[in-house]
């Protein structure tokens, strides 16, 4: 019975060292899976409430990895070793470990020392465990910044290695510099030469004609409209090579998409109405049209509107010219919308926009004889 005894609690004795580096990896095996894709793990056993999220926005570049274990993590492996393990078992250059109250830090950028003193000055100060890891993260943080600060003002990056023998780090400083021209001419100049071609080339493509024209008049625009909005597409081409003074440049552009609205809505609206066999309506927009888009590049003419803007100073009241032609124009490139949505619902056209004034104010070469803002019945009459 004695000898059974024995042999029973000497069974018990293996068994447990037997079991004992199962039970051991347990939390470096969880600490190491939860690290995983992840920069900061807390055990379940962890009874303090942590913000998580609050610890790891103390390293805003990211470079510090947290992980919290409880406090009977201590009988099977240190804090210190733990740190170790994980550095060397996961992603993470830099990791913070605490095992309840107890911190460290390892990290491939620090010295031991320095990573050390960083977790245990945090160790130290007062607070709840959430502000402790607060604190040392954004003391390792700063360790590694004013680590790698250091390393770019002595002019390399620090390694264990920088006792090698004088002619082998002239050797290596030489290639370096060669790897370092040799990047430097194609991550820097080839892409800059590529990038100024096309800046060139963008350059004389919206001068030539400003990206895609608008399309020429459909074959059912009837010809003398036709003539007049190629007329119109003329122009459009020296407004977008025209030279004015800086704030007129936005100007010349904007006049130049909306010429572009014009030829290519009007070439909309006879479209329309050839399809849907306009007749009579197709024939008063006919007239219409040619007469008024006449207008259009009677006023839009180098020797008015895009005068006014490359020289202002020739003319009385310039601004108040220039937004007139610019009213004006809009008003009738909304009027060829309205006639299109009253062609799709079988109504009579209405021609509500006239360009009579303007043109006249144009001919006259004065100021203040139109103003789009006045009711039909007050503006001048020809």
């Not at 130290?124 to 004013?146: F, I, M, N, T, Y």
């Given at each position: 019975m004695r000898r059974f005894?024995?042999?029973?609690?000497?069974?018990?004795?293996?068994?447990?060292?037997?079991?004992?580096?199962?039970?051991?990896?347990?939390?470096?095996?969880?600490?190491?899976?939860?690290?995983?894709?992840?920069?900061?793990?807390?055990?379940?056993?962890?009874?303090?409430?942590?913000?998580?999220?609050?610890?790891?926005?103390?390293?805003?570049?990211?470079?510090?990895?947290?992980?919290?274990?409880?406090?009977?993590?201590?009988?099977?492996?240190?804090?210190?070793?733990?740190?170790?393990?994980?550095?060397?078992?996961?992603?993470?250059?830099?990791?913070?470990?605490?095992?309840?109250?107890?911190?460290?830090?390892?990290?491939?950028?620090?010295?031991?020392?320095?990573?050390?003193?960083?977790?245990?000055?945090?160790?130290?100060?007062?607070?709840?465990?959430?502000?402790?890891?607060?604190?040392?993260?954004?003391?390792?943080?700063?360790?590694?910044?004013?680590?790698?600060?250091?390393?770019?003002?002595?002019?390399?990056?620090?390694?264990?290695?920088?006792?090698?023998?004088?002619?082998?780090?002239?050797?290596?400083?030489?290639?370096?510099?060669?790897?370092?021209?040799?990047t430097f001419f194609f991550v820097v100049v080839v892409p800059a030469a590529l990038i100024t071609a096309l800046v060139v080339w963008l350059v004389k493509r919206h001068r030539r004609g400003g990206g895609r024209a608008p399309i020429k008049p459909s074959k059912q625009t009837p010809p003398d409209v036709a003539e007049k909005l190629e007329e119109l597409r003329a122009l459009r081409v020296r407004y977008l090579n025209a030279r004015v003074p800086g704030p007129a440049f936005a100007a010349t552009k904007n006049m130049a998409q909306m010429i572009a609205r014009i030829v290519t809505d009007t070439s909309e609206l006879f479209r329309r109405l050839e399809s849907r066999g306009g007749g009579d309506q197709q024939a008063v927009a006919r007239v219409e049209y040619r007469d008024q888009v006449a207008k259009v590049v009677e006023v839009l003419g180098p020797d008015y509107y895009l005068d006014i803007l490359a020289r202002p100073d020739l003319w009385d009241d310039p601004r108040g010219r220039a937004r007139a032609v610019e009213a004006a124009v809009a008003a009738f490139s909304s009027q060829i919308i309205d006639n299109i949505k009253q062609v799709n619902a079988a109504q009579d056209l209405r021609f509500q926009v006239s360009l009579d004034a303007l043109a006249r104010a144009k001919r006259d070469q004065a100021a203040g004889l139109y103003d789009p803002t006045d009711p039909p019945n007050e503006r001048p009459r020809p």
């Open positions: 005894a024995l042999a029973l609690l000497a069974g018990l004795i293996v068994a447990g060292l037997g079991g004992a580096p199962a039970w051991a990896a347990s939390y470096l095996d969880d600490a190491v899976q939860g690290l995983t894709g992840a920069r900061g793990w807390v055990s379940s056993e962890v009874t303090s409430q942590l913000d998580l999220a609050k610890v790891l926005s103390a390293d805003i570049d990211g470079q510090v990895a947290v992980a919290v274990l409880p406090d009977t993590a201590k009988l099977e492996s240190s804090p210190s070793a733990t740190a170790a393990d994980l550095r060397a078992r996961t992603d993470w250059p830099t990791v913070l470990v605490a095992m309840g109250e107890d911190f460290s830090a390892d990290s491939a950028e620090l010295t031991k020392t320095a990573a050390l003193t960083a977790a245990n000055q945090a160790e130290r100060a007062p607070g709840a465990l959430e502000d402790k890891l607060v604190a040392a993260v954004a003391s390792l943080a700063e360790a590694l910044d004013q680590a790698r600060n250091q390393a770019e003002e002595a002019g390399a990056a620090p390694t264990a290695s920088s006792s090698a023998a004088d002619g082998d780090m002239a050797g290596a400083g030489r290639t370096v510099l060669k790897v370092l021209a040799w």
